[in-house]
């Protein structure tokens, strides 16, 4: 039924020649928007600060202390199947596991004043209105819709830190705005802990509220432009504040330029019937007023929204210009809306003049650095940042330096863990900025100072973190200290091995030897009687009753045993070597990926579906992302290439519904990315990546040096999926790997496939990738 | 029985010789603590940042809807009655009418932790403690206190910017420290919108909290360090608070460093037993962590808290010092009791860097001025700021402008009404700030530009505050449009005038017609046949069944008519020949002063009871400060001395209990300078001063210029009230006034005081003071 919708979208959407010519023209927005992908539709900018995007609800985490399971679906604050707008709010996340955000909502309207959302599925209770996807055009840096209980036509662009905003009322209706400074995604009572406005003149407004949300403090200002002037304006007060001047003697109610509380929704109104158009200009600043002003006359006065919509189109057309591909429409779409997908998380974070607020809550100035936030770490050191190491190394250093600087303000003196909007979030497990740092500094593109790896050393010890003080004491987290014991100790030992990796390249000798000594920790959770990992406790006993497919309970986050189990990709012959060896260790891979896994197993874990997983194997999370790389360490390289074809086909679809699981900041997209080039960072922090096959017959990329890598593999389909050969530059290379520098290089890797495998290629030492040890 | 009880504590305050030499010696600062004055005993510097003092209790505005009446006791959090100590908190109200601040408290404690601060009469249900006001000690700059439930010795003094507090406790017991941050003054629940707080180290604090209480929004940030390092914390969350992390994984309820929420009690335990004294250093900044680290560094690191106590002493030495006095024990504190009172507020509003929160809630830097918050100015522009150009005009003069700033930041466009901590309170009436600008300007203490008049201009067209679209049509606010339409009137009428001698003195003859226009509205609604002010509607006619005796409901504001009838400083000559000329007039204010004034007229009203009544005249409310001198314009001008010595004798006595009302930021307690010293400013904005009599038989007066002013009466008493005759530098001065230059230039004034009046001093046309106009 969706699908069917959607194809008229695509037509509506794609009003250009047929077959468009530049990248930005295949994304769509839309994919990911139904369903488990938690993404959004509206406009932004690469990276931006803002994401102006409609809000269909807005589902508290709980009610009453009832917890709500559907707020799980309305991280992004859209779903596609509903079928009122309650408004435009300017800040989401892309793909996350977790709802917050939706500050600063907007909502034009006609007729009589209602100062309430009201109910989803009752359009006329409150200002939302009905709307029909039909009139739904959505593309990199712009979106539109018809709000059908108004004829209100409305247009949405953005800059990195403005959300531009056209209505179009219908003739000879007076226009309301409404700015609810109550709404947001997450929306618990009390989330908004103080907001406040100005009506600084007839066309500016200037303001801030902060929240306790999932960012636990967040601090959103803004400056709103209007177009034309307000004639008339007040609010409503929903909750009791408790001084708001001498009220007995003149009216703060109405046209009183100063309003301040707790959950206050504002309104204005217009002349429409004289001036149908109204375009409203929302500037962002985390710091202040007068840097949310400075934004908006940086990014967007003097320039008329069409002017706005066409800029941010090139910026996102320039963004995405790293690839030429062939391939069917439907890949083409799915390639760049996967791209476009890696690049809206992280977020600038940061004014036009270098300030930003840091995790002390002090306003820093930036020298010589953007100042990013958004770094959902537990996800993306996989391949989201290894993605923007390849593609956009000036960026990523500056999230690394952004991490370093997060750092140095924390009062843990800890790396992020999950950097958000000035907080530290806590979410998931592990120190994995340590990835990113140590993968940014081995493939030159961050500098490598002793700032660097004292940061990762004290990010490491910090006592109190989770386990961290029996983890150094005992080498694995007892179960009885964590009741994800087991999954924080494979982690901990692959990020040590990054530290240990930073130490190597920094000389520290001392210090490489602590942490490569840590990085073998994982070994003390192994159970060699099964072949997996299984948690312990204190005592050193193993937990009793242990189900190695149960994901609940036995001491792993988010995950079962069979899936964590292969989490060593620093160290692949150790942990094949605690599995039982090269033949174990594939019979193991081969039942992951084929067996069927009763729902038993997962049915209360929302990031786990049916729909996200090949056979036991799940993709709709990340802790196995890099699992269907392993065979290369193997006698059987040429399961990688069955298997990745069989994710990649039914994870990755251009539809309303089309991923497999929550895009995760980009972690799912830059997935996608690097499996359809034909290789995989399995390890960061070594300068590898781990060949599958190429997904397309053709696939150019454009490095940043100017170097150009291109990817052929003429005869690639789901029969011919298997890789028979490969020349590098036109000489064979039979390694299961290729080098960053080699990728730097450019050049041309040219794949020979066929519908049956290869069972020789890749089989001797020097073609098998890095491991820490050779086993034990 | 509480003045047997004070005895005890003079005593023990002054342990220096009998008769103790330096002014600073002389200040009592317990004076006012009981009852109306509303003033503390705490330990703060001049016109300091930081109150810090002790709290007895701190009851909510209103609880379950319902008014509390003895919150109005708690304006300054301590009344002298109590029984217990909650704590220490670092900021208070000095005199004011309306509660607030109380910000972040303090208190030391052995034994079972509590986290609630218990009832006020029961001590032991929370951390609170018994006191004895035998233990207690108070000074400028210094308070002392013994906890009895704890048997700890609390010592406190402060720099501008900073609480310093030493805690001795008692051997072999752990002792802890409780950090409120949910405690406040005018404390409902739902006051802290949020608190945050980071242990950055085993000795320092960094934090702040956000409050909504009188001041809407007071962002508090603090920096605390401890003399010897913290063994363990913790704290409790009294709200709920959604997001804090990732609970299930570590612990971060104790000794983790980052804490926030909305109802925060922590708590920090020492290692008393081994080192008994525990020194504390609050630093408090509106601005940032950075900026209270700042200060902390600033004012009080790396001193001890014996060189800081003795510091802030030399400091209010050095401030008080601008008399010599001769004059009984009673009378020498009473004198430096009140000086000390007037440099309390307004208050120090910027780090020690020039940073400071504007009103419009932006960071701003002060270039070339300190910065100043807490202008009381319906109170304080009477004799509070004149009192200042005249002692302290470099003082006045950043005053001035931070009003200027203030103005300009301002979405209103309008000088402060009452400046709280970065906010507008909106509290009482009139845009007296205008009369303060007026007053520096004429006395040269403030620079006069086009900008100072142009803020005049623009405050006084504000077509929304209250009545002033009506008050520039029609001359007058109409009842019906407010309710306080009559006093506004009047005070507007006053105002205009200040923005007139403005006009003048800036040479703008176009703005000062315009002005005295405006100054002459009072005349609008006087009602001839009654000879009183009399409020009228907006058809020009006036109230029916008027009562000029009635306090409630007859369009003044907190006055009756026949108070504020003569509420028109600048044209003394105009009123009186509305009220039917001299004799009329006269007789108007002899009955004023000698009427009885039943209840009635008065009992809803919290600024006026019995013991503030001269007759019907209102001394503990400030309408009628200046009218015992109004008899300088009449033909019985010694009056005036009369009515004085009554007022000076009945309010102000050296006593716990001691002020009449309400110390109003310094007001109540310029004006006994004043009328000590023997002349007082009636109509600020005009040079001339007028005078009553010495209350003093010698007063040297050292003028900030260096000159010395020395006023004898040897003569006085309460019996020799009268003026026969004086001397200015030795030549007879018969006028009722004297002018600023005059003062400025030193000399001597000489009293020939007696018991029985000259009724012929002061008569002719040239004896008398300014005004506006010669009636009408």
């Given at each position: 039924m969706f699908r069917k919708q959607f194809l008229a979208i695509v037509i509506g959407v794609f009003s250009l020649p047929v077959i468009a010519q530049r990248p930005v023209d295949y994304v769509n927005p839309i994919i990911g928007t139904d369903g488990m992908g938690h993404t959004f539709p509206g406009a932004c900018t690469p990276f931006g600060l803002v994401q102006l995007s409609p809000d269909t609800d807005t589902i508290p985490h709980n009610i009453n202390g009832t917890y709500q399971?559907?707020?799980?679906?309305?991280c992004a604050g859209y779903q596609y199947k509903d079928k009122t707008i309650v408004g435009f709010s300017h800040t989401h996340l892309s793909g996350t596991g977790h709802s917050d955000l939706g500050d600063i909502l907007l909502m034009p309207a006609t007729g009589d004043l209602k100062l309430n959302p009201g109910h989803a599925d009752f359009s006329g209770e409150g200002y939302r209105s009905r709307f029909s996807h039909a009139t739904e055009k959505a593309t990199p840096g712009y979106y539109e819709v018809v709000l059908d209980d108004y004829s209100i036509k409305a247009q949405l662009t953005a800059t990195p830190r403005v959300g531009v905003h056209k209505y179009t009322f219908p003739k000879e209706e007076d226009g309301h705005l409404i700015l609810d400074l109550v709404h947001g995604i997450y929306n618990y009572d009390g989330k908004v802990l103080w907001s406040s406005l100005r009506v600084e003149n007839d066309t500016l407004l200037t303001g801030y509220r902060i929240t306790n949300g999932w960012a636990r403090t967040n601090y959103t200002y803004f400056a709103i432009s209007f177009s034309q002037p307000v004639l008339s304006y007040g609010y409503k007060d929903k909750a009791k504040t408790l001084y708001k001047g001498f009220w007995r003697r003149f009216n703060q109610e109405q046209n009183f330029p100063e309003i301040a509380g707790r959950n206050i929704v504002t309104y204005f109104n217009f002349d429409t019937k004289h001036n149908p158009e109204l375009v409203v200009k929302v500037a962002l600043s985390a710091v202040s007023t007068e840097g949310a002003v400075k934004n908006l006359h940086a990014e967007a006065s003097g320039r008329s929204f069409e002017q706005l919509a066409k800029i941010a189109t090139e910026v996102w057309n320039n963004e995405l210009d790293h690839f030429e591909i062939e391939g069917t429409s439907d890949q083409k779409t799915m390639f760049y809306t996967s791209l476009y997908h890696t690049m809206i998380n992280p977020s600038i974070y940061m004014d036009v003049d270098g300030l930003y607020r840091g995790v002390d809550n002090n306003i820093h100035r930036a020298e010589n650095f953007t100042n990013y936030t958004i770094f959902s770490l537990w996800d993306t050191y996989r391949a989201e940042h290894p993605f923007l190491n390849l593609i956009k190394p000036e960026r990523n250093a500056d999230m690394a330096e952004s991490m370093i600087k997060h750092q140095q303000q924390s009062v843990h003196k800890m790396l992020p863990v999950w950097s958000h909007m000035g907080n530290e979030n806590w979410c998931m497990s592990g120190y994995h900025a340590v990835s990113v740092l140590a993968d940014a500094i081995t493939k030159n593109v961050y500098k490598n100072t002793g700032e660097t790896l004292n940061a990762m050393v004290s990010t490491s010890n910090v006592p109190y973190y989770e386990g961290v003080t029996d983890y150094i004491k005992l080498g694995y987290i007892p179960l009885d200290k964590s009741g994800t014991a087991a999954s924080s100790t494979l982690e901990y030992a692959y990020d040590d091995w990054a530290i240990y990796k930073t130490a190597l390249a920094t000389g520290n000798t001392d210090v490489a030897e602590i942490y490569k000594k840590r990085a073998l920790n994982y070994r003390n959770i192994y159970d060699s009687s099964i072949g997996f990992a299984r948690p312990r406790y204190s005592d050193g006993s193993f937990k009793k009753?242990?189900?190695?497919?149960?994901?609940?309970?036995?001491?792993?986050?988010?995950?079962?045993s069979w899936n964590f189990s292969f989490h060593v990709p620093h160290d692949v012959f150790g942990v094949m070597s605690l599995m039982g060896g090269d033949k174990s260790f594939v019979e193991k891979l081969d039942k992951l990926f084929s067996m069927h896994l009763p729902e038993k197993y997962y049915e209360h874990n929302e990031d786990i579906t049916e729909e996200c997983l090949v056979g036991g194997y799940v993709h709709g999370n990340e802790p196995s992302h890099h699992i269907p790389y392993l065979y290369a360490w193997t006698s059987q390289p040429w399961k990688t290439q069955y298997w990745l074809r069989e994710i990649l086909n039914k994870m990755y679809k251009n539809d309303i519904k089309g991923l497999g699981g929550n895009d995760d900041c980009g972690q799912m997209s830059a997935w996608y990315i690097f499996s359809v080039i034909g290789f995989y960072p399995v390890c960061p922090g070594s300068d590898q990546y781990i060949f599958g096959a190429p997904y397309l017959p053709y696939l150019k990329l454009k490095l940043p040096n100017g170097n150009i890598l291109e990817i052929k593999a003429p005869a690639v389909s789901d029969k011919n999926r298997y890789v028979q050969s490969l020349k590098l530059n036109g000489r064979d290379y039979s390694k299961t790997y290729i080098t960053h520098d080699d990728i730097l290089k450019g050049g041309t890797l040219e794949f020979k496939m066929s519908s049956y495998p290869n069972k020789h290629r890749g089989l001797t030492p020097d073609d098998k990738p890095y491991s820490l040890t050779n086993g034990i």
């Open positions: 399971k559907n707020v799980y679906e309305y009753d242990f189900d190695v497919l149960q994901t609940y309970g036995e001491g792993f986050i988010e995950g079962n």
